[in-house]
């Protein structure tokens, strides 16, 4: 006899306990291997669950039982309201990125060109341009695996957001008011102690810059002004204890006005680059 929604969900539930998996996750792929919402599942837990439907929902939980994101196994994320198509081929969005988006949307010139550097997946330049139809946005990315995935994003959410291949800003020409970026930050040398999901399944060149952590940052803090008007700046987002790195790097650079913005739990998670005169001799 098949199993009821309930007893499949607390079997599963009390497996992914003992494996430090969130049970939620249990709860979300058994949704969407019925492909219902999840408080139908809640309400109709007497019912009793298809065998194919059992079979596909125990592929996805092996899956997530290997350490795979659970957002590469849904196939989508939610990121400032909306959702984006995501799997191995970029970082899976966070919410800590969304204050790079809320920065840009609320400092940006009216009519003004904005440039997403490493989009990935699109979220960053397509949540900027369908929330300031005003602004004409660019994105860019070295990895063309990930334009694929972006193209994909911003033509299913209606965003104009035109993408190019480019390492940082080195294919951009033309002036822009404004560069946002969620570049790679991770010190190489933590990697090993990360979760297991982004360890060994996201994006490394996404991660991290490689034994230099702050190679990227310095890039664009450095080449940036070179695409930027006289009145451009730079929104990006930035690691645990990194503030005071950027910083320097910001002020080494010429800019002489470097604000940050904390996260949720109070962390400096977004530099905010302007006034740019010049590096220092």
Not at 126 to 155: C, G, W, Y
Not at 159 to 175: E, F, H, M
Request: charged fraction near 30%; hydrophobic fraction near 40%.
């Amino acid at each position: 006899m098949s199993p009821t929604i309930r007893e499949t969900r607390e079997l599963y539930r009390a497996e992914a306990s003992s494996r430090r998996v969130d049970p939620r996750h249990m709860d979300l792929l058994l949704a969407d291997a019925m492909d219902r919402e999840l408080v139908w599942l809640v309400a109709h837990d007497e019912e009793t669950i298809p065998s194919e439907v059992e079979d596909a929902f125990h592929e996805m939980v092996l899956r997530r039982f290997r350490g795979e994101p659970l957002q590469y196994i849904r196939g989508f994320c939610e990121f400032y309201g909306r959702r984006f198509e995501t799997d191995v081929r970029a970082l899976v969005p966070r919410p800590e990125t969304e204050h790079v988006v809320e920065a840009v949307i609320d400092r940006a010139p009216r009519n003004g060109r904005v440039l997403d550097v490493g989009t990935g997946c699109g979220a960053i330049g397509a949540s900027i341009a369908l929330e300031r139809p005003d602004l004409r946005v660019f994105a860019s990315d070295i990895a063309t695996d990930a334009l694929f995935l972006a193209k994909r994003n911003v033509s299913t959410l209606g965003a104009r957001v035109p993408l190019v291949a480019s390492d940082s800003v080195d294919a951009l020409t033309g002036s822009f008011d404004v560069i946002a970026s969620n570049p790679p930050y991770v010190p190489e040398g933590i990697i090993p102690s990360l979760q297991t999901e982004v360890r060994d399944w996201e994006p490394r060149v996404a991660l991290t810059a490689g034994p230099d952590e702050y190679r990227i940052v310095r890039r664009l803090i450095e080449d940036g002004p070179r695409i930027l008007g006289s009145e451009g700046f730079i929104v990006m987002e930035i690691g645990f204890s990194q503030r005071d790195a950027v910083m320097e790097l910001a002020r080494s650079a010429g800019w002489s006005d470097v604000e940050f913005v904390d996260d949720l739990a109070a962390i400096p998670r977004v530099a905010m680059l302007s006034g740019w005169a010049g590096a220092r001799e």
